[in-house]
């Protein structure tokens, strides 16, 4: 809007202020100065005009994935969206997850991705090893280890359409982040649970996924969902459940724990 | 597309009460459509030339277009079928019917053309974030998608079409009265060729078949080698699928042209 | 008043859902005890998800020369001989177990080249020690330890068909209130249960509980800059005042020396040591790696003297001596707020640190992908090709609640601390690294402890207590009618009074001057006033806060003011040395009603002679008096 001096201007915004029961966009000029992210200009207003707008945050740094929010639309973390991304002149909408109920202005409710984590099998340590005698190699966690990157900001199950479409698929479906939870464990060196593949694919839902790549393109942490964890765990199921040529190689070639 | 309007399931359940069907103010709707005319554009020149019968190879140069190898039909023209011909030759039956439809399939059943046509055909998503127009969603659990878990033998099987498309074009470089040819053409047909081999194998069931199924990545180095090497090449499957889309096409055009007598073929030997 | 209050009764409750929280929860589920997780935030964000670096513990992986005493050692000379060193022997001798435990768990370390955990090395540790995977070992410990929880959870269920039966998490809820019984003559109050709030709508909560845990972390939200996110209040350090406990060390808090300066929005955020640690270099304007020129005496022997000898460190450490960037953290930050006060600071106000030009990019985005997301999405640095503008922040605090080093308990009974707000561990400054093993070390303590004692009964909590607890929290929305202040602005001035007055460098009348400012900003915490209702109100929250805030500051303002020395995280600009008759000197605070605190001096207990004897009289020399080293084997052999 107006450019002041040293880089500081007002910018449009438009924040979603409501609850479960209502809500609207309200309009507000904010200053926005050099350097600053979206985060910063919603602190601005709670410690100004909107004392009560209700954000969730922690690390202000990428790494807790607290913030997440949609801006123009677009799921993103709130403390990692560089006010610089967007003219002086456009008008920042900011709007809570669409997927998760709303608790007030940009909280809402998350409790569905717990409810799902709790679904997934844990770890099984192998018997036997005890601790301090575990031996792994690192190309061998390497895979596993990029989906530890998670911070479940939860951006990947709020965008993947399976479930922000279809309310009534919540139930069946674990989600992209879950789901790439069980492909961790898989690929696990040591984990003694076995044959999550058939698993994800029966009770938690990877058949839903039609592999359109929206969890890859909004994680903040740049996993490669999809193409690493999802293509993969499907292949896996197939391996299990319809590949004839596999079968007759383990029988053949049986190699212990390959 | 933009103007679809619907409501279903995106709003109760107590979510914020947003009526607008995304919030997205950038184009969001120029990919999916630039898709679906790309390949209503290609579907549609490949069913054309499939069933044209004609054109299809330069016998003076030994150039087969892909759309037609291995071409098995009674009505080859002489020279170009390397297979034996045994198929009746009927106008809805294309030369080449017993490669086409596994290709079709092969491509149909791809992880990224299945993104790409579940995004710009099905709309579902039409993008990320902004809702689709369906007020049900079952993905690949059920029939007939569940049969998108074929994909890995259409894969084997397209691998030996690609080892067909691979014969002939080196089979092209040897002039059909004898000698060592090179022209245009030859280049085109190699270079169709690697690219068609980039495709399939960065395709995720290669990916997966190579070493992508180990866990323990250690114990099997070779494997592990061609699991990284078919990794990097898979992180481009996408270019792949577009670039083999273009060069087929071009290849097959190419092949027309000169067998049609449009233009001659540039040679550099003989 | 008519509130209804949600009620809940456990054996066992744990305030924080950190590394110590959780460790700690699961220690005591393990136990066979019903054990409850509350948390400020959701369950998994805890502030240990930002810890980058590692996890120090001498499992000898990296060079077999590492054991349990080297580490004591290395902590002891960190904290500059004034840690509680039961503690730090504790934590020196169980930190590999607790390691190891976590890969049973289904952690992820990064792996050497025969399988086992791969170790780095960080300031203040003689050999490669820390456990870690990327930049990122906070991340895989929460997660880890969160994971182990629900697995419990599972477990559980498969056995009552109640996940929730014997472990359950309370998230976004936040304690305001710990209950005591009365004291009677002669007998301190025991714990009874806690109170607090539902950040979501606001409801209240109570917990009734003959043990309850403290893992909240730490204080650093007092201060304009710092690395740490708003849970760091100080709630623990509070609450563990106002119900009775002791806290020591308060005067000690790291300034970590490398925080982004640039832009200003993302002051403070921490950039970790690993960037030094794998070789990453400060330089001034000038261009020169200033490091050189402080080394002080007592670390002379141990560091490089030269920028080549330093250079070969990082491919032979056993025949060169370190860089001294990798001095503990305490040195460093001083020496860049000398360079920068030299007028020798790079365009933001701060120096150098460069990586670029030391390892290769590839080697970069493979061992510190989190800092260079970091700096080019928040600061457009491209750190594998330039180099960051870094400045002290404040970081973590030394100080907290005096404990029983065995038990973790503190002086009330039925009050354990665990983590960042337990005191003494880590004396007057802390290792980088000594945290995270900290947390699982004492975590695991607490949680056993807590276990044993719930087993003694159980104290009934006064219901009168918790109608005051009610009145305390809700006092917000009534001076509303009285036009008091908006709690963002008095947090803005409490936080500028501590980081300008009571900050990196001290003096007597800044800090004296800071104690007044506080006793005005007591008045104002009073009265500050919300607008709106409960529902996930943030003013509401920080109103509540502030009050811990304050608290806390109070001790670190007058602890700070009365320790007439320099030593490690508390530097005195009118007492610039390290002075031995200090070093046995504890400064202990206790509440003095609701806003003010009192401060006592306690003697350190002599240290064991078989760890004093660890030492050799040379080093020993430096920090304790002449009569303070009879006992050591040198004398005895005489
Ligand atoms: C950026 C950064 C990097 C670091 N890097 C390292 C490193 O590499 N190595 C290392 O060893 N250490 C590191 N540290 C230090 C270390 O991370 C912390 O000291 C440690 O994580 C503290 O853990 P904790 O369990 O004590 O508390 P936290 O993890 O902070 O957890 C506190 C918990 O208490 C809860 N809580 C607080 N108040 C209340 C209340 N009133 N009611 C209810 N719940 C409450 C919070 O919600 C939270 O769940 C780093 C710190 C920072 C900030
Ligand atoms: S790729 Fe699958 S899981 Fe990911 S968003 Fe798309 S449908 Fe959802
Ligand atoms: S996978 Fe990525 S998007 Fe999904 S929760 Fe984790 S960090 Fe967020
Ligand atoms: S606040 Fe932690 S990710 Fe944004
Ligand atoms: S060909 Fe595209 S994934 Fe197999």
């Known amino acids: 809007m107006t450019s002041t001096q040293n880089g500081t201007h007002l910018q449009h915004f438009k924040v979603w202020r409501g609850d479960d029961t209502k809500g609207e966009l309200v309009d507000y000029a904010v200053e926005v100065n050099e350097g600053e992210v979206v985060l910063d200009i919603i602190h601005r207003l709670q410690a100004t005009e909107a004392n009560d707008l209700a954000v969730r945050w922690n690390c202000k740094a990428g790494k807790c994935g607290s913030c997440s929010a949609e801006i123009n639309g677009r799921p993103r973390l709130l403390c990692m969206t560089r006010m610089n991304t967007f003219a002086e002149n456009e008008v920042v909408t900011v709007t809570p997850l669409r997927t998760f109920p709303v608790i007030r202005d940009l909280v809402t409710d998350v409790s569905f991705n717990y409810t799902k984590a709790r679904e997934i099998p844990s770890f099984t340590p192998p018997e036997g090893v005890e601790p301090g005698e575990y031996r792994m190699q690192q190309v061998d966690v390497e895979r596993s280890q990029e989906f530890r990157k998670c911070i479940e900001c939860y951006l990947c199950q709020n965008t993947c359409h399976v479930v922000r479409d279809h309310e009534e698929n919540k139930q069946e479906f674990a989600g992209p982040r879950y789901l790439m939870r069980m492909a961790e464990l898989d690929m696990h060196p040591l984990d003694a649970h076995g ?43 197939v391996d299990r459940k319809y590949d004839p040529l596999v079968w007759l190689g383990n029988k053949i070639f049986r190699r212990p724990g390959s | 597309m933009s103007t679809t309007t619907d409501t279903s399931g995106r709003t109760g359940a107590g979510r914020a009460t947003i009526a607008a069907r995304t919030l997205r103010t950038d184009r969001w709707w120029l990919p999916p459509l630039a898709t679906f005319v790309a390949f209503v554009a290609w579907v549609a020149y490949a069913t054309v030339r499939a069933f044209m019968q004609e054109y299809y190879f330069v016998s003076e140069y030994g150039y087969l277009t892909p759309f037609y190898s291995p071409c098995v039909s009674v009505g080859c023209v002489e020279g170009s079928s390397h297979f034996g011909t045994f198929l009746p030759d009927v106008w809805w039956l294309p030369y080449a019917a017993v490669s086409l439809p596994f290709l079709l399939l092969f491509r149909l059943t791809c992880y990224y053309y299945r993104k790409a046509y579940y995004r710009a055909f099905w709309l579902s998503p039409p993008a990320c974030a902004v809702a689709e127009p369906h007020a049900r969603y079952t993905g690949e659990t059920r029939f007939p998608l569940i049969l998108q878990n074929a994909h890995r033998y259409f894969f084997y099987l397209a691998a030996i079409v690609t080892l067909v498309n691979t014969y002939d074009a080196v089979l092209a470089f040897a002039k059909p009265g004898g000698g060592f040819g090179l022209g245009l053409g030859n280049i085109i047909l190699v270079a169709n060729v690697v690219l068609l081999w980039g495709y399939t194998a960065s395709c995720h069931s290669c990916r997966s078949a190579v070493g992508g199924r180990l866990n323990h990545f250690s114990r099997h180095p070779v494997r592990y080698k061609m699991w990284t090497f078919v990794s990097k090449l898979n992180t481009r499957h996408s270019q792949y699928a577009w670039a083999t889309l273009a060069s087929l096409a071009i290849t097959d055009f190419y092949v027309m042209a000169v067998s049609a007598g449009w233009i001659s073929d540039l040679r550099i030997v003989g | 008043m008519t509130e209804q209050i949600e009620q809940h009764s456990y054996d066992v409750v744990v305030i924080g859902a950190g590394g110590a929280g959780l460790r700690a929860a699961i220690e005591a589920r393990l136990q066979g005890k019903r054990t409850a997780i509350i948390s400020k935030s959701l369950f998994g964000k805890a502030h240990t998800v930002m810890a980058e670096g590692g996890c120090a513990a001498s499992m000898g992986n990296a060079n077999p020369n590492d054991n349990w005493q080297v580490h004591f050692r290395d902590t002891m000379r960190g904290g500059k001989f004034l840690n509680n060193w039961r503690m730090a022997e504790l934590h020196a001798r169980e930190a590999p177990d607790r390691v190891w435990e976590l890969e049973t768990y289904g952690a992820l370390f990064d792996r050497t080249a025969e399988g086992k955990i791969s170790q780095r090395n960080f300031g203040g540790h003689t050999y490669p020690r820390l456990a870690h995977v990327g930049d990122r070992t906070g991340l895989e410990l929460i997660r880890t330890l969160q994971q182990k929880v629900v697995s419990l959870q599972q477990e559980d269920f498969a056995e009552t068909g109640d996940y929730e039966s014997r472990i359950r998490v309370f998230a976004e809820c936040t304690i305001t209130e710990l209950f005591t019984t009365s004291e009677g003559p002669g007998e301190r109050g025991a714990i009874s249960g806690c109170f607090g709030y539902f950040r979501d709508d606001g409801r209240f909560v109570r917990f009734d509980a003959p043990s309850i845990v403290l893992a909240t972390g730490g204080v650093g939200k007092s201060y304009s800059v710092t690395s740490n996110s708003w849970e760091y209040t100080g709630d623990g350090h509070a609450l563990a005042l ?68 330093g250079d070969r460190w990082y491919t032979d450490p056993d025949n060169n001596r370190r860089p001294p960037e990798l001095l503990p953290r305490d040195e460093v930050a001083r020496a860049i707020n000398s360079e920068v006060k030299a007028g020798r600071g790079s365009p933001h106000g701060g120096v150098f640190l460069d990586v670029s030009t030391r390892l290769k990019a590839e080697e970069i985005l493979k061992r510190l992908p989190s800092m260079h997301h970091q700096f080019k999405e928040l600061a457009d640095v491209d750190i594998t090709a330039e180099p960051m503008e870094v400045g002290p922040t404040c970081h973590y605090v030394m100080g907290g609640v005096e404990v029983d080093p065995d038990s973790a308990m503190s ?52 219901e009168s207590d918790v109608q005051d607890a009610v009145e305390r929290a809700l006092l917000p929305f009534s001076t509303a009618t009285d036009g008091g202040e908006n709690p963002f602005m008095v947090q803005q001035e409490l936080q500028k009074t501590m980081h300008e007055l009571v ?118 020399k430096k920090y304790y008096t002449g009569e303070e080293l009879g006992g050591h084997r040198t004398e005895l052999a005489e």
Request: charged share 25%.
């Open chain 3, 242 to 309: 106002r119900a009775g406990a002791t806290l020591i060390n308060m005067e000690f808090l790291q300034f970590h020396p490398t925080g982004m300066v640039w832009p200003p929005s993302v002051k403070g955020i921490l950039v970790t040591e690993s960037v030094r640690g794998d070789g990453g270099v400060l330089r001034n304007s000038d261009g020169e790696r200033f490091m050189f020129s402080y080394v002080p005496d007592v670390f002379r022997d141990q560091y490089a003297t030269s920028e080549e000898e």
């Open chain 1, 195 to 237: 044959n999550r593949a058939v698993e994800s694919q029966e009770e938690h839902g990877l058949g839903f996924c039609n592999i359109t790549k929206c969890c890859t393109e909004v994680c903040p942490e740049h996993i490669k969902i999809t193409d690493n964890a999802l293509i993969p765990m499907k292949e896996r199921a």
């Open chain 3, 503 to 620: 900050g990196i460098i001290r003096k007597e009348d800044e800090m004296e001057m800071a104690l007044k400012k506080l006793e005005d900003i007591a008045t104002r915490t009073r009265t500050v006033s919300v607008e709106g209702h409960r529902t996930f109100n943030p003013g509401w929250h920080l109103a509540l806060d502030l009050r811990n805030m304050l608290l806390v500051s109070l001790c670190v303002g007058k602890a700070a003011l009365e320790r007439q020395e320099s030593r490690g995280g508390h530097t005195r600009d009118d007492y610039p040395v390290m002075d031995s008759d200090w070093r046995h000197q504890l400064l202990v605070c206790s509440a003095l009603g609701e806003d003010d605190i009192e401060l006592t001096r306690k003697d350190q207990i002599a240290m064991r002679a078989d760890l004093f004897d660890l030492f050799e009289m040379d080093e020993l």
């Open chain 3, 411 to 462: 002086s009330v009974p039925g009050l354990f601390a665990a983590g960042e707000v337990a005191g003494g561990m880590h004396g007057s400054n802390r290792l980088g690294g000594n945290s995270l093993s900290d947390l699982l070390v004492f975590g695991r303590r607490a949680g056993l402890h807590a276990a044993q004692h719930a087993d003694r009964g159980r104290p009934a909590v006064t």
